[in-house]
């Protein structure tokens, strides 16, 4: 489930919309001096919408520079990139919304083109879902199969924690634990973070229905 962005410069009045965390369709995020904003670069094509097709170390790492919701962060928030429309100032980052496109690596052909692929995207998602996988003691492999996903090893190397998507992937293991449609092995570790952190609600679903499972209002 990605996020909604906006970039924010107030000097030239510029701010750019764009999302992170939808691996499965964009490469990253690129800023391009021509089209003179910021891009999520389709894995379709791998093109920015002025036809350059950018290099690796092109793509812009936003992990440490987009906040969670209300500003949270990992550690000191990073200055963005130079605004590209008037190269003024670094840009800040907010996040605008959190959409559901239900679980990600899940396509209706069964394809998955991502596979075999090293890019900045992918490498962002499955080094927060390592760092899910320690918290909660899951089996990385198991996730990663959850994900229909593979590891970019080229890039996987000196990352930094991205706070929005590993609190996405955190909510959804979760979420997949409540509703009973995990397909992975659900630890201890799991279960007790989902009982220490949901007891409530769980109890409030089950004694206002006693007669469907409390997971059919979870969906």
Not at 6 to 16: E, F, I, Q
Not at 112 to 124: Q, S, T
Request: net charge negative.
């Amino acid at each position: 489930m990605p996020y909604d962005i906006r970039s924010n410069w107030s000097a030239c009045n510029h701010g750019d919309e764009f999302v992170i965390g939808l691996w499965p369709d964009h490469l990253g995020l690129y800023v391009c001096r021509n089209c003179r904003e910021l891009v999520n670069v389709p894995l379709t094509t791998g093109s920015c919408k002025c036809g350059h097709q950018p290099a690796i170390e092109e793509y812009y790492d936003y992990a440490g520079a987009i906040p969670y919701f209300g500003g949270q962060s990992i550690g000191q928030i990073e200055p963005g990139p130079d605004c590209p429309k008037c190269g003024g100032a670094r840009l800040t980052f907010e996040a605008t919304s959190h959409f559901n496109v239900g679980r990600l690596g899940t396509t209706d052909d069964n394809q998955r083109p991502w596979i075999g692929k090293d890019y900045l995207e992918k490498a962002i998602f499955v080094y927060a879902l390592m760092a899910v996988c320690a918290e909660f003691e899951l089996d990385p492999e198991e996730i990663l199969q959850h994900y229909n996903l593979d590891v970019p090893a080229s890039l996987i190397a000196h990352r930094r924690l991205s706070l929005p998507i590993l609190l996405d992937i955190r909510n959804h293991l979760k979420a997949a634990v409540m509703a009973e449609e995990a397909t992975f092995t659900v630890t201890d570790q799991l279960h007790r973070t989902i009982e220490e952190e949901m007891g409530d609600m769980l109890q409030l679903i089950q004694g206002s229905r006693k007669r469907t499972p409390w997971w059919q209002f979870w969906k």
